[in-house]
């Protein structure tokens, strides 16, 4: 910036001429000051750069500042903490060195760029518009040449006093030029067939001018990013040769980079691209950010807070760290490493999983269960909820596919790990148990089964990009008795939707059965009663018939689920439900500034039809001074009071209302449950396998015999008890 403004104010480098009359900086290669700085001379000008226990107590610009001061030539001397580039390896700051240098002139070409980066399809767009746009805007000749002695050299070369210059495009060009210098004299020989074109060897190549004159090669070589923006052409060999093979694949449909290559790769690629082909060299860019610490920090071996790839993979697996890589945030995104996150994600997701694979093994082993499509039940005659998890099945495939192709593997991800948890273990296996359990190979028990294949077997193939090593082995897995299938889910086919699968109404009446049974759990949690004891009523109140219809449909499942023995439905207007609005601050604070507070006097003065209003419409259109206003749901909190004797909940625009009254005969079924828990659990001690039947001797207990009297024949069913006896003293 400081040469940027001083060269527009026409303000000159502070060089010097050397003993031969070329202008020099006053700093040299070593970090001193030179000779002619007078006392100065021969002083770094960072006290960093002095051997330890050497550096002076002021440094030197400590010391040009007070001699500035005392000699009144110093407007104002102050200190202040400023960014600095330092070092990454020695943590030392870095001097900037004037040199002279060779020059692509990009800015010729900055509007093309600009105008074709607009077709790129960036992650995150704001990278390609902001950061990338903006230097694009911005952009300045691309000093091409470095002093360096590794690298590609540079191909041009000049006469001593830089009046012709002849720049080299091709090996074969360079060849018959060097022909031409041995004519001249200038070279003993031709190039041998082994001729090694970098320094120090290409150094000893000279030229012969069009007017006769001995040709040097300049001594810088390239900037190295210039050959990572010429990979496109130099992995063909283009143009001279694999032509068709190179347009065939130019431009690239997809990189990836981190987020620092907007000024390196990014770029070098784009301007070769915009001015040898007027064309992108890349039509789709993920910008990956950093990984950080747990607390956000860089990771540095410096700072001791560096997590080794190596021994986390062996210890959590390969795919577990990828899959919480991927799931946690957008690849653009600096992700915070937390090993703690890596865990929850081998925990929940991976052993959810695999836990639903085991069921599902455990009792096909036991039916000898075998897919076969030739005697696949139809999806349409199967029971509903088989039929609502093919349907999410293919929901999920096809939120995937497009998350996938949108570049948004992070929501592909957290797609699939919501399937596998909330839906296909949480809700359908466990509401399906018993289907599983059956005595008698029945054409539900076959649904139920090839159901759950089906999922897990389309679930393998959509996380095998992320998860490559696991889904490998579940393939497998589900496919050992199969000859047809690849052998490896990578040989396969990704899953595309079957639209006509597809019920959305279906998928909706589960989605209300799930809302309603989470928060009728979350009522009995908050009160702590348990879910084995059953309760006599809940209230729902129904906005409309069409909700009522839909609940009615599912009532049997919310039901079961509560283990609730009724549902009373009531309208939104019956007046047993109180509710209470409030704005989202949080929401509405950013969306209306400073016309928050007239809009919460709006919202505190709403009736309670007003409430139940806005809940059927999803919302409400406001007039505030002349201007229109709509809230959303997402704008405001709504609530409801508790009805004396009931607990009530409210959520994503549900109420329900929870009677908890406990008559005897409800305690009575409460503790028969509880016994058949207890019972269950004992088997699973004593490692009982669970077809084996049991003969059960109770001592009689005051507080459980009724309980045992009145469901004798559910605790027996529900253990595999041939004889239950109840003695005095065991």
Request: proline share 4%.
């Amino acid at each position: 910036d400081d040469a940027r403004v001083a060269k527009m104010a026409g303000v000159p480098a502070m060089l010097i001429l050397d003993e031969n009359e070329n202008p020099i900086p006053l700093v040299n290669l070593q970090g001193k000051f030179i000779d002619e700085m007078g006392e100065f001379g021969g002083k770094f000008v960072k006290n960093e750069y002095y051997t330890a226990g050497e550096a002076p107590k002021k440094s030197t610009d400590v010391e040009l500042a007070i001699k500035l001061k005392e000699e009144n030539k110093a407007f104002k001397v102050e200190k202040y903490e400023h960014s600095y580039p330092h070092c990454w390896r020695t943590d030392k700051p870095i001097l900037y060195y004037p040199l002279d240098s060779w020059f692509i002139k990009a800015s010729q070409a900055k509007e093309r760029m600009f105008e074709l980066n607009k077709t790129i399809n960036w992650k995150p767009k704001s990278t390609g518009e902001g950061r990338f746009g903006n230097w694009l805007e911005n952009l300045q000749d691309w000093n091409l040449s470095r002093s360096r002695f590794w690298g590609t050299p540079l191909p041009i070369w000049r006469t001593e006093d830089g009046t012709e210059e002849k720049c080299i495009g091709s090996i074969a060009e360079l060849r018959a030029e060097v022909e031409k210098a041995v004519t001249a004299g200038f070279m003993e020989a031709a190039l041998p067939a082994d001729f090694d074109l970098h320094k120090p060897y290409v150094d000893y190549v000279y030229l012969v001018s069009d007017s006769g004159e001995k040709m040097t090669r300049e001594p810088d070589l390239i900037d190295v990013w210039f050959d990572s923006g010429a990979m496109p052409y130099a992995q063909w060999h283009y143009p001279f040769e694999n032509k068709e093979a190179f347009e065939a694949n130019f431009p690239a449909d997809f990189i990836a980079e981190g987020v620092d290559q907007t000024r390196g790769w990014f770029y070098t690629l784009h301007a070769l691209a915009t001015m040898l082909f007027d064309s992108v060299a890349f039509k789709n860019v993920v910008s990956n950010g950093l990984l950080q610490d747990k607390s956000g920090q860089k990771m540095s071996k410096r700072l001791g807070n560096t997590v080794n790839p190596f021994e986390t993979i062996e210890q959590y697996g390969a795919d577990s760290t990828r899959w919480y890589i991927i799931s946690n945030s957008p690849p653009w995104e600096n992700l915070k490493f937390d090993i703690a996150g890596l865990q929850e994600t081998q925990r929940k997701f991976f052993g959810t999983l695999y836990n639903t694979y085991s069921f599902f093994a455990m009792y096909a082993n036991i039916d000898g269960f075998s897919f076969d499509e030739k005697e696949t039940i139809l999806v349409s005659e199967r029971p509903e909820i088989d039929r609502w998890i093919i349907s999410k099945l293919n929901t999920l495939v096809a939120e995937v596919v497009e998350a996938i192709d949108d570049y948004e593997a992070t929501r592909g991800a957290r797609r699939i790990q919501s399937f596998v948890e909330n839906q296909l273990s949480n809700w359908y296996v466990r509401l399906c148990r018993k289907r599983f359990w059956k005595q008698s190979n029945s054409a539900d028990k076959q649904a139920a089964y090839q159901t759950l294949y089906t999922c897990l077997e389309t679930v393998t193939r959509l996380m095998a990009p992320i998860s490559p090593f696991i889904s490998d082995a579940l393939y497998r897995e589900l496919h050992n008795d199969s000859e047809k299938e690849a052998i490896s889910v990578h040989l396969s086919n990704y899953p595309v939707s079957d639209t006509n699968l597809v019920d959305k109404e279906l998928e909706e009446r589960m989605r209300l059965a799930q809302e309603y049974t989470s928060m009728v759990l979350s009522l009995r949690k908050q009160e702590k009663l348990k879910v084995r004891q059953p309760l006599q009523k809940m209230l729902i109140p129904v906005i409309d018939d069409a909700l009522k219809n839909r609940v009615q449909k599912v009532e049997h499942l919310i039901l079961n689920e509560t283990n609730v023995k009724e549902i009373e439905y009531v309208g939104e207007d019956s007046g047993i439900f109180t509710k209470q609005i409030k704005p989202n601050f949080k929401v509405l604070g950013r969306k209306l500034g400073p016309k928050m507070k007239a809009v919460q006097q709006m919202i505190d003065g709403f009736s309670q039809e007003d409430i139940i209003n806005f809940e059927k419409q999803g919302g409400i259109d406001l007039n505030v001074d002349g201007t229109a206003i709509k809230l959303v749901s997402e704008d405001v909190l709504i609530t409801t009071q508790d009805i004396p004797g009931w607990l009530v909940n409210t959520s994503n625009g549900l109420t329900v209302a929870l009677d908890t009254q406990l008559s005897e005969e409800l305690k009575h079924e409460g503790n028969a449950r509880e016994i058949v828990n207890k019972i269950q659990r004992l088997r699973k001690d004593l490692n009982f396998n669970i077809t084996d039947k049991i003969k059960l001797i109770v001592q009689r207990h005051p507080d459980l015999h009724a309980a045992i009297q009145s469901y004798t024949n559910y605790i027996s069913n529900e253990t595999l008890t041939e004889t239950l006896e109840t003695v005095e003293i065991l």
